[in-house]
Every structure is written in structure tokens, then in C-alpha cells.
């Protein structure tokens, strides 16, 4: 069973920050990398972020480049999402993923936690 648990989700003021984290397994992390999307009411999910846990690597949208920042904590077996500068448009759901992520694709995706809200106002 491959379980995502994600949390840290909450209200800030545009230009704010926040951390999510991504809780998983170390057999999750040793067979998946870990993707971020998020989703609007009415929208589909966009990925955001991705991380290969095998090498490090990194990937972002356009959208998020420069602002977020995707990093994993083997020890924990937790992967995090710092997002700075929030903007109004960056509300939504957030929803870390299990699967081949480099695409920054939905349906590529295996398995979906249940997702945290995050709401930028102004």
C-alpha cells in the first residue's frame, strides 16, 4: 500500500509563505518520485513540482518556477514544499502524487493523497 498524507496547508496574505509537507513511506520514496499539483474548483490538476528522489532532481511549472521550492528529508520520509510569494492565483488544493513526475502530468501519476487547502487572500 503506498500511503501520501499531506499537510501544512492553510490562509496567508498574498506575498506570504508557506510549507507543505508530503508524509509517505521509505519503500514510496525508494520506488516513486513525488510530484506536487493543485487544483482550482472548476479546474484540472496542474503540476507544479516534481522531485526524483534517486538523483535530486528537480522540476517546476512556469507558474511556480523561481517562487517554490521542492526538497525531500529521507529521514523523515517526507518531502516538502516551500512556496514563497504567494499570489492570490496560487489557491487551491494541493495534492503531492506518487509516479513519473518529470512531465509535471496528472495521469502519469500512480497513487494521490487527499490533499491540503491553501488559500492566498488579497
Known amino acids: 500500500q503506498v500511503q501520501l498524507v499531506e499537510s501544512g496547508g492553510g490562509l496567508v496574505q498574498s506575498g506570504g509563505s508557506l510549507t507543505l509537507s508530503c508524509t509517505t513511506s521509505r519503500s514510496t520514496l525508494d520506488n516513486y518520485a513525488i510530484g506536487w499539483f493543485r487544483q482550482s474548483p472548476g479546474q484540472g490538476r496542474e503540476g507544479i513540482s516534481c522531485?526524483?528522489?534517486?538523483?535530486?532532481?528537480?522540476y517546476y511549472s512556469d507558474s511556480v518556477q523561481g517562487r517554490f521550492t521542492v526538497s525531500g528529508d529521507n529521514a523523515r520520509n517526507t518531502v516538502y514544499l516551500q512556496m514563497n510569494s504567494l499570489k492570490p492565483e496560487d489557491t487551491g488544493v494541493y495534492y503531492c502524487a506518487a509516479g513519473p513526475c518529470g512531465r509535471l502530468r496528472d495521469y502519469d501519476m500512480n497513487y494521490w493523497g487527499k490533499g491540503t487547502q491553501v488559500t492566498v487572500s488579497k
Open positions: 522531485i526524483v528522489t534517486e538523483d535530486g532532481s528537480t
